[in-house]
């Protein structure tokens, strides 16, 4: 069985300053993992993902993460934040092979509110 | 722009009502799934569609919770009867799953939003 843990439930910060939301996974197989946001009363977007290859991804909005297999983490990044990227992150896994590897298991979401 | 759309988005009803929850997938998509998003839980997964069979329901309450698809453009999530505990936001996600493809994208609709009082 998977999981996901999230370290912080929310993440407060100022406007243009760094931002890293971190997520770490267990999993006994390889695995598939995924950023996805959440604004005010819509559903989840994908923001980035990792399937394999590079461990450095970058995702829209200007988010990067970054996959590190020995400390089985898969933290979010941005270089400087703006008020519009205040939103609920939510961290995701899925294996990476087989026929279960549609059930995505989520943390439990990290609030980030960006202040001026 | 093609998106899940879900009705209705918010939804309130006394214990015992039955309730039913609608999703129209992109057209196109071949996969559909069903979450429940608390604040004790977060997000589960209650049910997977691929070409509109169930694949999955194991997430989901089997005495009161059923799960369709009537037609490749609607899933429906039923709640019969609903209790208090069920209040939540459920949300509908599809995707198109290509032969050999190492996953599939799942698109999320706004949720519906439900009390049980």
């Known amino acids: 069985a998977q999981s996901v843990t999230q370290l912080d439930s929310q993440v407060p910060v100022f406007e243009e300053a760094p931002v890293e939301l971190r997520c770490n996974y267990s999993?006994?197989?390889?695995?598939?993992l995924f950023w996805y946001v959440q604004y005010p009363n819509q559903g989840l977007q994908l923001l980035l993902k990792y399937l394999s290859g590079s461990t450095l991804v970058k995702g829209i909005n200007g988010f990067e993460a970054e996959f590190n297999k020995s400390q089985t983490s898969f933290h979010l990044r941005k270089p400087s934040v703006h008020i519009s990227d205040t939103a609920e992150y939510f961290c995701a896994v899925s294996e990476g092979s087989g026929g279960s590897n549609y059930k995505l298991t989520f943390g439990k979401g990290t609030l980030l509110t960006v202040n001026p | 722009d093609a998106r899940v759309t879900q009705t209705p988005r918010h939804k309130v009803t006394e214990m015992g009502q039955e309730v039913t929850m609608r999703c129209q997938p992109i057209?196109?998509?071949?996969?559909v799934f069903w979450y429940r998003q608390t604040m004790m839980q977060g997000l589960e997964l209650l049910a997977y569609f691929r070409n509109r069979a169930p694949l999955d329901d194991s997430g989901m309450p089997k005495d009161r919770f059923s799960a369709e698809m009537p037609d490749a453009t609607l899933a429906t999530l039923k709640i019969q009867p609903s209790e208090p505990r069920d209040s939540a936001v459920y949300f509908c996600?599809?995707?198109?799953?290509?032969?050999?493809?190492?996953?599939?994208?799942?698109?999320f609709g706004p949720g519906t939003r439900l009390t049980v009082l």
């Open positions: 057209l196109g998509h071949n996969t």
């Open positions: 999993s006994s197989v390889s695995v598939y």
């Open positions: 996600a599809s995707g198109l799953r290509l032969a050999g493809a190492p996953y599939n994208e799942q698109f």
